[in-house]
């Protein structure tokens, strides 16, 4: 076999604190220098000139830099080269000191001339892939991608084994779109033996958990059965404390309403470690695919979430009314479907325009959803005769209206 056919072999380099010379700080030094500083390497950059993230990174002390043309010798004490700059003759003159030196040189202008390739590479909770295929490096970037993305949505599945240690992870779901789901939440499912859910959950992706994985529903459904708060931290602990990785999988984010930290600190008493994965609240996420931003330049300059599950005029609220009612800017409900007369009456008699605009969206981001449009006078006739149920978000301001002509134009 030739030389030039042979293949290159693979290997992981550990050069912390070993010394790591580049030469040339342009484009290419500028990609791979993030890389070295990461790995800790003792890195000696030569060049006349760098590019300003190069230079930032000088001056942060991450490289050290001499600004400087390459001479014979920098290389002495090396562990690893990286040549790349502009001068043709240069780059010959330091890969022949790397030869025979016996320093390993990357050539990023003539491949065939280094004793180095560097891979595409790729990392994701404690793992790199680094892909090699020759002299085709756009096809090494497309496999490295291909293998990082399924590592982190979960859809290529490769469990730890070593590593892994029992515990819960509370993890946002999104606002119901399976594909608004956090790349890490999405790896945790693939990596779960117990899987607690809500019905306001990503449902549709407990159907690509694998058939050994446990799945309890704890849905809090509406009008229906629910699964009281205590016995859901009783099946929490008692699944971790089996050894078992274990996920509750919320709607929206676990800590917007949707009583994350009493299940964290049930956790916590009992021992168990927990991780919490935020998630894309559907206060924000829900308007949003509605056409509606909950603020706006000129119009709102400020959203106020509230949480509508027990009525204005009821001994347990939290919530200031009246002062919510003096707001200029938009007002987000959740869980405001059956108490929405009560609360826009609220706000119309505590100042708040009766014409103010409303907008109601049901099962957002799902393929039911849809957008009921009205005022505060007359939201609640309208969510009773459009026979609105949750859930639902319900947004209330001039957003609304900017929303809607957008939407129309689109």
Not at 96 to 122: L, N, Q
Not at 257 to 266: I, L, V, W
Not at 400 to 406: C, E, F, I, P
């Amino acid at each position: 076999m030739q030389a030039q056919d042979a293949p290159a072999y693979p290997v992981g380099l550990r050069l912390a604190g070993r010394r790591v010379v580049v030469v040339g700080g342009g484009q290419v030094a500028q990609r791979r220098l993030p890389a070295l500083v990461s790995a800790g390497a003792d890195i000696l950059l030569v060049s006349p000139s760098v590019t300003p993230s190069v230079e930032a990174m000088a001056a942060a002390g991450e490289v050290r830099w001499e600004r400087r043309a390459y001479r014979d010798g920098d290389l002495d004490g090396a562990w690893y080269a990286l040549i790349a700059s502009t001068d043709a003759a240069a780059n010959a003159a330091a890969s022949a000191e790397a030869e025979s030196r016996r320093v390993w040189c990357v050539r990023s202008d003539d491949a065939e001339a280094a004793t180095a390739w560097t891979p595409a590479t790729g990392r994701t909770d404690g793992v790199t892939v680094a892909v090699l295929t020759g002299r085709d490096p756009r096809r090494s970037a497309a496999v490295r991608d291909a293998v990082v993305a399924g590592l982190r949505d979960g859809t290529l599945v490769a469990p730890q084994h070593r590593t892994r240690t029992a515990g819960v992870a509370l993890v946002g779901g999104g606002p119901g779109d399976p594909d608004l789901i956090t790349v890490r939440g999405r790896r945790l499912l693939a990596e779960a033996d117990v899987v607690i859910a809500d019905r306001l959950g990503p449902r549709d992706l407990l159907d690509e958990l694998p058939p050994h994985v446990e799945v309890i529903d704890a849905a809090k459904i509406p009008y229906g059965r629910a699964m009281a708060q205590e016995a859901i931290n009783a099946a929490l602990i008692e699944h971790a404390k089996a050894g078992k990785a274990v996920v509750r999988l919320k709607g929206g984010d676990p800590y917007v309403f949707g009583r994350g930290m009493e299940e964290a600190e049930a956790l916590t008493e009992a021992g168990i470690p927990v991780t919490v994965v935020p998630g894309i609240s559907s206060a924000i996420s829900v308007p949003g695919a509605a056409g509606i931003p909950v603020t706006h330049r000129g119009v709102a300059h400020e959203f106020t979430v509230v949480s509508g599950h027990v009525a204005p005029d009821d001994p347990r609220s939290l919530v200031d009314w009246s002062a919510l009612a003096r707001l200029r800017g938009t007002l987000v409900l959740l869980m405001a479907v059956e108490r929405i007369g009560a609360i826009a009456d609220t706000l119309i008699a505590g100042g708040r325009d009766s014409g103010t605009l409303v907008a109601v969206i049901q099962e957002g981001t799902t393929a039911a959803q849809r957008r009921v449009d009205a005022t505060l006078a007359t939201v609640a006739a309208t969510i009773a005769a459009e026979g609105v149920r949750p859930p639902a978000v319900v947004v209330i301001g001039d957003v609304v209206g900017v929303g809607r002509a957008v939407t129309a134009r689109g």
